[in-house]
């Protein structure tokens, strides 16, 4: 209001650089994208894919070359080849980001913890044969329990980094930070699909942005409670969710709205800011073990099915890629049985 002091968190960037650049000084920026050139574009500090990312590179032109060699690594066994295919993303955009690079564990196996540690383990290990250390990789897995838990254990036992993904709730953020997980990716655009839907509503100012909302009490709970967790707000739909949320540790954008905010020159207003958090005192402090986690997801109908279809979703993809490597296989068993066939032939002249 009018003749009111600025709130500290409210605070103006410096004018006459593009929006981006403003966000860059008072977030770390990082490109939601499995497509390399637009990484190098953007210059993020950090990257993340997803099986869906993985999945719309692969179909790119420019990229087959990383699919070929997977299929020639993996020797016909689709699991290998799933999983060289992402480590092959993440190895070229190592080479253009300086930070970590987020790598996907198989969505299906969300609610295997032990399954979760053993795949996580597997793609490090082809991260290594890359000569990639494991400090530049964070390894992705959705917030259920179990997931979390396989966190905990990659973390703790391994000092493997994990990127704790699908976040639409305080449960879930609490349980990532009580199980030392790096960083937590609670998403803002699915949780504003979900409510627009349920209130039946066109759009929402960006402050009263459900998503927007809920990213901001992870926000403060995290800086309040002195958790170290990093909090990356991800799943945008429009840039006035991106910068209601100027000041969060880190922030994952798409190209296109990478684009929109390097195109415009519109002051950046910090929104988020550590010391403004620590000062709240509207977030109770909670300690979540597996009842709580399972009973106070349970209660909230939108992380309930948000959480479910976003790795329903992602297994989807993961199929449809399945599909591609299945048919490359296929291509490569018939392209050697013609060669053989031409080689028999040769010698019958011979």
């Keep these: 209001m009018a003749g009111e002091e600025e709130e500290p968190s409210a605070k103006k960037q410096k004018t006459g650089s593009t929006q981006l650049e403003q966000l860059k000084e008072v977030t770390t920026i990082v490109a939601d994208t499995g497509d390399i050139e637009a990484i190098r574009k953007f210059k993020?500090?950090?990257?993340?894919?997803?099986?869906?990312?993985?999945?719309?590179?692969?179909?790119?032109?420019?990229?087959?070359?990383?699919?070929?060699?997977?299929?020639?690594?993996?020797?016909?066994?689709?699991?290998?080849?799933?999983?060289?295919?992402?480590?092959?993303?993440?190895?070229?955009i190592t080479k253009i980001v300086p930070g970590y690079v987020s790598t996907e564990v198989d969505a299906r196996l969300s609610f295997d913890a032990d399954k979760t540690v053993q795949k996580a383990l597997r793609i490090i290990e082809l991260y290594k044969e890359m000569n990639i250390s494991k400090d530049r990789i964070l390894i992705k897995v959705a917030s259920t329990y179990e997931g979390i838990q396989a966190a905990k254990v990659l973390e703790s036992q391994?000092?493997?980094?994990?990127?704790?993904?699908?976040?639409?709730?305080?449960?879930?953020?609490?349980a990532c930070a009580q199980a030392s997980a790096?960083?937590?990716?609670?998403?803002?655009?699915?949780?504003?699909?979900?409510?627009?839907?349920?209130?039946?509503?066109?759009?929402?100012?960006?402050?009263?942005?459900?998503?927007?909302?809920?990213?901001?009490?992870?926000?403060?709970?995290?800086?309040k409670y002195d958790h170290k967790t990093i909090v990356m707000g991800a799943s945008f739909r429009n840039t006035g969710e991106i910068l209601e949320l100027a000041g969060c540790d880190r922030l994952t954008i798409a190209p296109a709205l990478l684009e929109q905010l390097s195109s415009s020159s519109d002051t950046v207003d910090k929104k988020l800011d550590e010391a403004a958090s620590k000062?709240?005192?509207?977030?109770?402090?909670?300690?979540?073990?597996?009842?709580?986690?399972?009973?106070?997801?349970?209660e909230d109908a939108m992380a309930t099915e948000k959480l479910a279809e976003g790795i329903r979703n992602f297994t989807k993809d993961i199929v449809?890629?399945?599909?591609?490597?299945?048919?490359?296989?296929?291509?490569?068993?018939?392209?050697?049985?013609?060669?053989?066939?031409?080689?028999e032939e040769d010698k019958k002249e011979d």
Excluded at 58 to 78: I, N, P, Q, W
Excluded at 183 to 203: Q, T
Excluded at 281 to 296: G, L
């Design 182 to 223: 790096t960083l937590i990716s609670p998403f803002v655009g699915r949780i504003m699909d979900w409510y627009k839907k349920a209130d039946n509503v066109d759009s929402y100012q960006p402050s009263d942005d459900p998503g927007v909302k809920s990213v901001t009490t992870i926000y403060d709970y995290y800086k």
């Design 279 to 298: 000062a709240k005192d509207s977030v109770a402090k909670i300690d979540v073990d597996e009842k709580t986690f399972r009973w106070m997801l349970n």
């Design 158 to 174: 391994h000092g493997i980094s994990c990127n704790c993904t699908l976040i639409f709730s305080l449960v879930q953020a609490v």
């Design 44 to 92: 993020p500090q950090d990257a993340t894919t997803n099986p869906s990312l993985i999945y719309k590179a692969a179909m790119m032109e420019e990229y087959s070359h990383l699919v070929d060699d997977a299929v020639k690594y993996g020797k016909g066994d689709v699991e290998v080849i799933m999983d060289k295919l992402a480590v092959n993303f993440g190895a070229e």
């Design 320 to 343: 449809k890629l399945e599909e591609i490597v299945k048919k490359k296989i296929e291509d490569a068993a018939s392209a050697s049985e013609n060669g053989d066939k031409a080689m």
